[in-house]
Nanobody
Framework: HVQLVESGGGSALAGGSVRLSCAAS??????YGWFRQAPGQEREGVAA????????YYLNSVEGRFTISRHNAKNALYLQMNSLKPEDTAMYYC?????????????????WGQGTQVTVS
């Protein structure tokens, strides 16, 4: 079976850092991504990475602050979040999809984790 489990969420002060992890099992997909959803807002794509060539996508508002990476042997996904801002507060989800260059297109991801809360104040 396919399973994605996020961890690492918590509280941080503005300007601080949080590192999220996603443990994947069951299959290796072509694209993995991080999404977030704040109260009253739609779920938005934060970052994505293709497993084939390592190409990445970032939401404009997190470009230069967040870094997505993978450890292929562990089938693990990470999101390093630096210079955090209060507007980064959201539930963060990892996701996987069979396509390439899925970016922040929510509909192209098939499997989703349960989410981990990040609160920045």
């Amino acid at each position: 079976h396919v399973q994605l489990v996020e961890s690492g969420g918590g509280s941080a002060l503005a300007g601080g850092s949080v590192r999220l992890s996603c443990a994947a099992s069951g299959y290796t997909f072509n694209t993995y991504g991080w999404f977030r959803q704040a109260p009253g807002q739609e779920r938005e794509g934060v970052a994505a990475i293709d497993t084939g060539d390592g190409s990445t996508y970032y939401l404009n508002s997190v470009e230069g602050r967040f870094t997505i990476s993978r450890h292929n042997a562990k089938n693990a996904l990470y999101l390093q979040m630096n210079s955090l801002k209060p507007e980064d507060t959201a539930m963060y989800y990892c996701a996987a999809g069979p396509g390439y260059n899925c970016g922040g297109s929510r509909g192209r991801y098939i499997y989703w984790g349960q989410g981990t809360q990040v609160t920045v104040s």
